[in-house]
């Protein structure tokens, strides 16, 4: 009887599509394992934009971050263009450091583009996108963005016309102080040593050691620090799984089954929270489903968080 009562409450559909949740959100968290290199793995991100123009016509910025040194390089822009994107991508990174081996952008326009895939395709760079409102998958990114905004709004006029001339100054603070996952700073961890700060004295005497010798040094150096770099990353990634998966949910779907998904916007007080079902028609990883609405043909990829199941009602 009870069994009976529980199926037939999980079965109804007016609840499945309006009630609320008093749970964790569904999905375990699974980390990016770390490259062995850096320079590897870049995440892309647009910030903004700010309600007020700065002086010189900017009202975002774009921010690019490294995944295992944590070094950022960011430039403020008048707009969030995929003009505007591959020019940064291919000016500040490319043409200093060499192409990445992987790049993960947001599913924007800024970023989903024909000018961005004829760069990445033409240069063979893997471009993977995140799916759409679950920012956590460029969550690298999107950490260093919550960081220099507080910072911005602190140091900037109180109109806001000069926010932009602090930027550079945020970002070398960022990258020449310990990052709190790697406990090492992000420049020496991408440049193999120490930056030398505009206030430290200047030393008397340079010493310049053998190149047979220095060589060897450095190529050892830039292994031990790549190697702690990526070791404390994997300890704090952990961490971090303990404490996110500790009691949550962790369900999994199939090919052909029916599902809700969460309603991200556009809803009132009394409109359903979720909507569907729908079914599924491909898997991406573990946690990534490709849903298609019947009505309309569209299809949309969704994060297992915002996915519900659809229970069919026993027939009695």
Known sequence: MRSSIQHYIASCSSCARHNILRTKPPGHLHSIDPPSGVFQLLHLDFWGPVLTPSASGNRYVIVLTDNLSKYVIAQALPDCTARSAAQFLIDRFILLHGAPERLLTDNGTHFNNTLLRAV????????????????????????????????????????????????????????????????????????????????DAASPTINLPPLHSFYPYLQQTRRLLLSAARRNILYHQSQWQQRYNRNRRNPSYHVGDLIYVHVTGGRTKLTSRRSGPYPILDISGTQNYLVQDPSSGYTWWYHV????????????
């Open 305 to 316: 968080s915002q996915l519900h199941p659809f229970i069919e009602r026993l027939s009695p």
């Open 120 to 199: 990445t395709s033409s240069m063979q760079i893997p471009h993977t996108f995140s799916v759409a409102y679950h920012p956590q998958t460029n969550g690298q990114v999107e950490r260093f963005n919550a960081t220099f905004s507080a910072q911005l709004a602190k140091y900037c006029h109180p109109d806001r016309h000069d926010w932009d001339l602090y930027l550079p100054s945020i970002v070398y603070a960022y990258n020449t102080s310990v990052h709190s996952t790697t406990q090492l700073m992000p420049y020496e961890v991408a440049f193999g040593r120490r930056p030398k700060s505009p206030f």
